[in-house]
């Protein structure tokens, strides 16, 4: 069964280092969402993302975010100066199938030191 | 704007017995969706179940069930037949369907601890 993958499980940074969360949505799906976690609370939605572009963003991602498809396959989260607050799990997520359900990577678990 | 109220944040459940995780939700919606996620502690976020505004009969999946009553702007999951594998946080979430493919709004999550 496809799956989505998320490259690393785990980072470590510096605060103030940039960092690059990679994505392999579900090959036949049209639209990818950026989801954190801040442990122990809930899932909060970042961005999400459609041909080609941001379609909708929440408060959290300010400019520090950006995301980018830089080919056919990946989906890729950037954060160029990493806070404290940034250390999170975040999730990529994929649409497709009934009812449009949003299948979920396994997650990076961000740690900003 | 949509939310999602889990009023339980643990719940303790034998093995072999059934479990309820309660979960109401507030949209002004017409058209949305409620789905169900499990989180283990491995930290994955698993689809389980869904349920459509429009559905008429309740959304079943092997062991889960969703409880789905509109009018009360509630849809519990019920798991049958508890298995100590089902330890997990559980999310109740929902999206609207008015426009594009909107995110998902989650609630807090139920912690759901098997016991053997």
């Known amino acids: 069964e496809p799956e989505v993958t998320q490259t690393p499980s785990h980072q470590v940074t510096q605060m103030g280092q940039e960092v690059i969360l990679r994505c392999v949505p579900i090959s036949n799906h049209l639209y990818f969402y950026w989801y954190r976690q801040i442990l122990g609370q809930k899932v909060e939605f970042l961005v999400s993302?459609?041909?080609?572009?941001?379609?909708?963003k929440s408060e959290i991602f300010d400019d520090q975010f950006s995301v980018e498809r830089p080919d056919g396959s990946n989906f890729t989260l950037k954060i160029r100066s990493t806070k404290l607050e940034d250390s999170a799990m975040y999730f990529c997520?994929?649409?497709?199938?009934?009812?449009?359900?949003?299948?979920f990577g396994p997650g990076t678990r961000l740690t900003v030191l | 704007a949509q939310k999602i109220t889990q009023t339980q944040p643990g719940m303790f459940v034998q093995e072999k017995e059934a479990v309820t995780l309660d979960c109401t939700y507030d949209?002004?919606?017409?058209?949305?969706?409620l789905f169900w996620y499990k989180q283990p502690s491995s930290g994955e976020m698993i689809f389980l179940i869904y349920?459509?505004?429009?559905?008429?009969q309740n959304a079943t999946e092997g062991r889960y069930s969703l409880n789905f009553q509109k009018a009360r702007k509630s849809a519990n999951l019920v798991i049958s037949a508890s298995q100590l594998g089902d330890s997990a946080m559980y999310f109740c979430a929902m999206r609207s369907y008015r426009s594009g493919n909107t995110p998902l709004v989650f609630g807090k999550g139920t912690r759901l601890s098997v016991i053997a």
């Open positions: 997520a994929s649409i497709g199938g009934e009812a449009d359900t949003q299948y």
């Open positions: 349920q459509g505004s429009y559905d008429q």
């Open positions: 949209t002004s919606d017409p058209s949305y969706g």
């Open positions: 993302f459609y041909n080609n572009e941001i379609s909708e």
